[in-house]
């Protein structure tokens, strides 16, 4: 008879996570900032505007892990961003699965709702990756940089410690010119003014303008890009539509408008948008940097732990006999570089900037 615990174990868990990933859409970020491993993780190769390292807020070393339930990210402090939580499968829950097993046909729903469990650990590894690389693509104070802050744990990484970013790659709209007054603002040519500044700085053009589903809708009501599509058009009336949106920045700038909607429950279990409203960001075609792994204590134990490494993000598994328990763990230590920051331009659209 094939035991409950059986199903927990790190390969087990890793295998059930690479196929049900095949299914789903990649975080955008992932895209932007492709996976890297190293050994260790040292700020010197982590590079941001023309290869400096990234200034890092100093922390504490040792502190231990603490249980938490599973809804919630368990954030520890140590030297690099190091992120772990754990699940327990305690005794009275073997005995009540086990005994689902034998007498109910509804046993591998009850089983697939606990590797859902163990691959929102997974899940929730993910999440602070693309937290850390839309931080570094939206930031309402013109800044690219990483704040982290739960459970004690406070990490602070500045991508840009002499602030040229904000001089040369960051726009503040004002008064009319914000996003938001749809009758006097123009977006058109708030965002190829930003593509011009980027291109006379670096050579290169953005092809891409990164914003929300709100930001769009601002897009569509606007009466500047209403008269720039009606110009094109012999009818006297259309109907604003993303599509019509994304075709004007098309044409007329050769930009690739993205509307990324992608949402996640913050540490205190409220939904927020990885992208905010109120920003507006314009992206090189490319990568921008790289999502770099390094490596976690739980893979330095390797020998005495059940640990199996999906994509940078380590599974340990570690079972108790007494108590009986088999306590599954997610851990990673994560940090994105971000080399071609300077081929970026954030425009802040709105008085407020909400997630």
């Known amino acids: 008879m094939a035991k409950f615990t059986d199903a927990f174990t790190a390969p087990a ?15 955008l970020g992932a895209g932007f900032f ?18 400096l390292p990234v200034v890092l807020q100093p922390s504490a070393f040792d502190t231990n892990a603490v249980i938490r339930s ?15 939580e754990a699940m327990i499968v305690k005794e009275q829950d073997i005995q009540d699965y086990e005994t689902v097993l034998e007498s109910s046909p509804l046993a591998r729903e009850i089983l697939d709702r606990n590797f859902d469990d163990a691959l929102t650990l997974l899940d929730g590894a993910r999440v602070v990756e693309e937290l850390m690389r839309m931080s570094l693509l939206a930031n309402a104070n013109g800044v690219p940089s990483i704040t982290i802050q739960a459970n004690g744990a406070n990490y602070t990484y500045n991508y840009d410690p002499k602030g040229t970013y904000d001089d040369n790659n960051f726009m503040e709209l004002q008064g009319t010119s914000m996003w938001t007054d749809t009758t006097n603002s123009n977006p058109l040519k708030d965002v190829s003014d930003a593509a011009d500044s980027v291109e006379a700085n670096t050579g290169t053009r953005p092809a891409y303008l990164l914003i929300s589903k709100a930001t769009m809708n601002l897009l569509k009501q606007n009466a500047n890009i209403k008269s720039a599509i009606l110009a094109q058009n012999v009818t006297a009336n259309i109907f604003m539509t993303d599509a019509r949106v994304k075709e004007i920045f098309a044409n007329e700038l050769g930009i690739q408008v993205i509307v990324y909607t992608k949402q996640y429950k913050d540490y205190s279990g409220n939904a927020k948008k990885f992208y905010p409203d109120g920003m ?6 490319g990568a921008l940097g790289s999502t770099w792994h390094g490596i976690t204590p739980e893979e330095h134990r390797a020998d005495a732990l059940k640990v199996q490494v999906v994509d940078g993000i380590a599974i340990a598994v570690d079972t108790k006999f007494d108590p009986v328990q088999t306590v599954t763990k997610a851990s990673e230590i994560v940090l994105p570089s971000f080399e071609r920051m300077d081929e970026t331009f954030m ?9």
């Open 34 to 51: 492709p996976t890297k491993y190293k050994s260790g993780l040292n700020l010197k190769w982590i590079k941001g505007a023309k290869g």
């Open 13 to 27: 868990i890793a295998a059930i996570y690479t196929e049900a990933a095949s299914n789903r859409i990649d975080y």
């Open 280 to 285: 507006a960001t314009l992206l090189p075609s």
């Open 70 to 84: 599973r809804q919630g990210l368990e954030v520890i402090d140590t030297e690099m961003a190091y992120f772990k």
């Open 347 to 355: 425009i802040k659209v709105a008085a407020n900037v909400t997630y």
